[in-house]
């Protein structure tokens, strides 16, 4: 039997035992907890996931959680719910949130040049503000090479990570057009060091993570002891799990570089649909697509990507680096969330979270 099979094969025993790892803290009736496992089944049937782990929030509050398959397939070591996975570009959000509480108290101007809280961050040939940085219409370059999304070096700041690229010109003038971009994030969470007068870390766990009863999350630090921690995979051309590439996310720690659980994430929602975190006025603009210098909209906000689904309004957001694919997207007028974890690169968490989103949605 090949390895793959093999890893297969354990999987698929691990689903029918991992019921028992599931959570039912609120009401999913058994037919719609049904729904959902059948999906998870057929997705890392599918997909070949090593695992999945998942949470459901339904009228604001948190209604299921549930993890699948392994953490660690050279160990055999069961997922859990309290399985920490990557968050990659989820990573944004909380970033973004932070950046608008400080707007919201008046000590960040969203229109003022970024330099005025990030002086690390040279003056570029036009000014470029956080609102901008934050709709994605900056201009700051995403990833140029492999070795920036796979990178080994570790940088001891968020000022030091912006040393690889802050020499770059724009590419484009602000607001002419729409480019994602990761790097744009790290300038962000230089600025809410400048605005706050605390490190970056520290201001969330604070402001953002305690307030939501967000309790694991932290950095992906590449030598902490994190328990729980998922090991990453990926699949190879021929399709074979493999062990997925070394990368250090502390070169864009605001836009990449953090690691939970799915519950986390799902406390995360609630405080955000519930306007805990920022005002109702607040999410409105956050929640509202930016536009370009011509008037055309992008489909995203600040920095939430934006959508419909069965005539609600659809708030999201995915993430993608090596190890890692993940998803977390809200009906905000239902009060209703999923959350998507997968310790794989390159899988569409995406398409799995729309299912069991939709499957819920009236």
Known sequence: MSSRSRILNLVLLLLAASAALAQNPSPLSPAQISDVEKAVNTFMTQEHAPSVSVAIVKDGKLAWTGAYGFSDLENSVPAKTSTMYRLASISKPITATAVM?????????????????????????????????LGHLAGVRH???????MSTHHYASITDSLDFFKVDPLDFEPKTKYQYSTFGF??????????????????????????????HIQTDDTFAIIPNRARGYRKTEKGEVVNTWLADTSNKIPGGGMISTATDLANFAIATMHATLVSQPTLEKVWTSQTTRDGKKTGSGLDWGLGELKGHKEVSHSGAQPGTSTDLVMLPEMNTAVVVMVNMDGLPASELADKILGDLAP
């Open 101 to 133: 509480q400080l707007a919201e108290v008046g000590k960040l101007d969203l229109d003022a040049p970024i330099q005025k809280y990030c002086p690390a961050y040279p003056a570029k040939q036009w000014p470029i503000t956080a609102r901008e940085l």
């Open 143 to 149: 990833y140029k090479q492999p070795d920036e999304w």
């Open 186 to 215: 790290s300038i962000l969470g230089c600025a809410v060091e400048g605005a706050s007068g605390m490190k970056f870390m520290d201001y969330l766990q604070e402001k953002v993570f305690r307030p939501a009863g967000m309790e």
